[in-house]
T-cell receptor
Framework: NAGVTQTPKFRILKIGQSMTLQCAQDMNHNYMYWYRQDPGMGLKLIYYSVGAGITDKGEVPNGYNVSRSTTEDFPLRLELAAPSQTSVYFC?????????????FGEGSRLTVL | AQKITQTQPGMFVQEKEAVTLDCTYDTSDPSYGLFWYKQPSSGEMIFLIYQGSYDQQNATEGRYSLNFQKARKSANLVISASQLGDSAMYFCAMREDNYGQNFVFGPGTRLSVLP
């Protein structure tokens, strides 16, 4: 049982480049989330999804896009990378039925934009 | 508006003593969940404890307990018998059940356990 898998773990981008952070979960969770964590700071919600085909903006969505075509996958697209997007990105999932519905996190993806 | 407030950027505690990490929250949703996560220096996020808004009793998980004061909108984490391995960042988080399952985090408190 892999849980939440994020790829890549590390990436360096040049300003203006685009990339996709992949996130997959094998727990059949309906909810999935993308966060960014700047050094020494808390987690800021970028986008989230309550099920396949449904996505919604979080606190800091500008410069990002998401899609949720399947229950398992929730990729995060960065268009026209900027230095301000240098951060650690966490994907998380949860199943909120009859329990706490805590978030299960991936290991994080460290992105540097130069 | 800030939904989760953690007013203690850093805390120190002596090994084997208890420590309380503060968290206040703001929501008008009657149904919500409150969570605490630990982030050690290695970077992973570790779930510690959960409190539902309708739960009558304070949650406990081993050495962790949550002091839930609903009227004051506070959900403080109490760690008993601190260990050196408890040194980490601690985040309070809230999920609003009727507002799109938004799951937001506070800025965190860095706890340092002294030998």
């Amino acid at each position: 049982n892999a849980g939440v898998t994020q790829t890549p773990k590390f990436r360096i981008l040049k300003i203006g480049q685009s990339m996709t952070l992949q996130c997959a979960q094998d727990m059949n969770h309906n909810y999935m989330y993308w966060y960014r964590q700047d050094p020494g700071m808390g987690l800021k919600l970028i986008y989230y999804s309550v099920g396949a085909g449904i996505t919604d903006k979080g606190e800091v969505p500008n410069g990002y896009n998401v899609s949720r075509s399947t229950t398992e996958d929730f990729p995060l697209r960065l268009e026209l990378a900027a230095p301000s997007q240098t951060s650690v990105y966490f994907c998380a999932s949860s199943y909120h039925v009859g329990g706490a519905g805590e978030l299960f996190f991936g290991e994080g993806s460290r992105l540097t934009v130069l | 508006a800030q939904k989760i407030t953690q007013t203690q950027p850093g805390m120190f505690v002596q090994e084997k003593e208890a420590v309380t990490l503060d968290c206040t929250y703001d929501t008008s949703d009657p149904s919500y969940g409150l969570f605490w996560y630990k982030q050690p220096s290695s970077g992973e996020m570790i779930f510690l404890i959960y409190q539902g808004s309708y739960d009558q009793q304070n949650a406990t998980e081993g050495r962790y307990s949550l002091n839930f004061q609903k009227a004051r909108k506070s959900a403080n984490l109490v760690i008993s018998a601190s260990q050196l391995g408890d040194s980490a960042m601690y985040f309070c988080a809230m999920r609003e059940d009727n507002y799109g399952q938004n799951f937001v985090f506070g800025p965190g408190t860095r706890l340092s356990v002294l030998p």
